[in-house]
């Protein structure tokens, strides 16, 4: 099959989140199936000014918005031997950041990401390249599957063309006020129940949702648990409409990108047959951290956005506890300078046992995971979560709330499982995390029994293998009943 995946972001060339991990490792294993896979993605400034080869073309489009016509070239570069598209138009994605500053998000965001897929939509017809397949994600790419349904139904280059809309994270929708139609070249005709209206205002995600001919999210559990008034973030009745197309996929790991035999990164490689090696890293990052450097204390870790999604306000009450604990927590993180100002207020008291870090840094983070006997992931929602996967290759038992893809990869010994790989807890409060916390530290103290679980953990495989023969046969069911 032809499959272009069409998104925001794409590691190694912009990241902000999982979106890019996913972007950026499943195409290489669809790939190898034997596919002919392609990506896009806007050619950002932060992309122009890396380290990418990028190759210009005389390929071009003029794009009309809100009264104005906008021009885009198209650019390209690849990725582990994928063809990878870039969109150029400095004027919309010549800028510092990809969605926003920390101010808050860029006001013409709607115009930005329709430019991007009516430009994808135009220079696909003067390619050399009819996809099968339009794999969109997240809400910047849901007006491919929405124009693809309404304004080129007739249209016989996409006649064989079916759509496939992937929803990472429910929480983030692409909301804009109505007078935003206008500005992203639509009339008043999508301002509909059945289209793109939602509470008097213009809801992309849920336009994607409904115009694609299949739609997946990113692991089962999340699946079912959007269909629930809970989390279903005010879609969870559009959701229902679409639930005998509605699938969950889980979400891998790159396999070569993850690996604790071979990470330049980390203080010192090594495998599940050769733990002794992982002790060098806990002493690496506890020497780089400034904490006591003892081999026997058991070493917590988190490397999460801080954001409430993630459970931070849970953590932040536990702090106290921890401090006063025999044990040493680790956190990298950045986001909500709420959260900054509480964790630079406690790291102002002096507790020695525990490592505040706010920013980001890659080569600390893979540290933490190699370094770390425990690994925090208390998400009061997680659609599938690659920390908790990371932390199992690289020897890092989890500790999880039971909720999406955490729910799909952590198994907790308690529930009657007979080879658990980690320990989780159902109540999104602190006393349930405590509690598991203290769980996983008795268990820790079981040497021979927590080396099982470690191997047991690095031993599995999470690369995208499996899922990548999932999504082929759902490409296949897509094609197959392609909605008219």
Known sequence: MKILFVASEVAPFAKTGGLADVTGSLPVALKGLGHDVRIILPLYKTVGEGPFPIHKGRKSVEIPLGGSTHKGFLRQSTSADIPVYLLENRGFFHRDHLYGTPAGDYPDNHQRFAFFCRGILDLLKRMDFRPDILHCHDWQTALVPVLLRYEHREDPFFMNTATVFTIHNLAYQGLFPKTSL?????????????????????????????????????????????????????????????????????????????????????????????????????????????????????????????????????????????????????????????????????????????????????????????????????????????????????????????????????????????????????????????????????????????????????????SWLQSAAEYERLYRNALATKRL
Not at 384 to 413: E, H, M, N, S, W
């Open 182 to 462: 206008a500005e992203m070249g639509l009339d008043w005709s999508y301002f509909t129940i059945d289209r793109l209206e939602f509470y008097d205002q213009v809801n992309l995600m849920k336009g994607g949702i409904l115009a694609a001919d299949l739609v997946t999210t990113v692991s089962p559990t999340y699946c079912n648990e959007i269909l629930s008034v809970e989390q279903g973030c005010g879609l969870e009745g559009v959701l229902a409409e679409r639930r005998d197309d509605l699938y969950g996929v889980l979400n891998g790991l790159d396999p070569d990108e993850w690996d604790p035999a071979t990470d330049r990164h980390i203080f010192k490689t090594y495998t599940s047959a050769a733990l002794a090696a992982k002790t060098a890293n806990k002493k690496g990052l506890q020497k780089r951290l400034g904490l006591e450097e003892v081999p026997d204390i058991p070493l917590v870790g988190m490397v999460t956005r801080l954001a409430s999604q993630k459970g931070i306000d849970l953590l932040v009450e536990l702090l106290p506890r921890l401090a006063a604990e025999k044990v040493q927590f680790v956190l990298l993180g950045a986001g909500d300078e709420s959260y900054h100002r509480l964790f630079a207020d406690f790291k102002a008291r002096g507790a020695g046992n525990i490592s505040l870090n706010i920013g980001y840094d890659s080569a600390c983070a893979r540290q933490i995971y190699a370094g770390s006997d425990i690994f925090l992931m208390p998400s009061h929602y997680e659609p599938c979560g690659l920390g908790q996967l990371i932390a199992l290759r690289y020897g890092a038992v989890p500790v999880v709330r039971k909720t999406g893809g955490l729910a799909d990869t952590v198994f907790d010994g308690r529930d009657g499982v007979r080879e658990p790989n980690g320990f989780s807890f159902d109540d999104f409060t602190s006393e349930a995390l405590w509690e598991t916390l203290q769980r996983a530290l008795q268990a820790y103290r079981q040497r021979d029994a927590w080396k099982k679980m470690v191997r047991r953990g690095m031993n599995r495989d999470y």
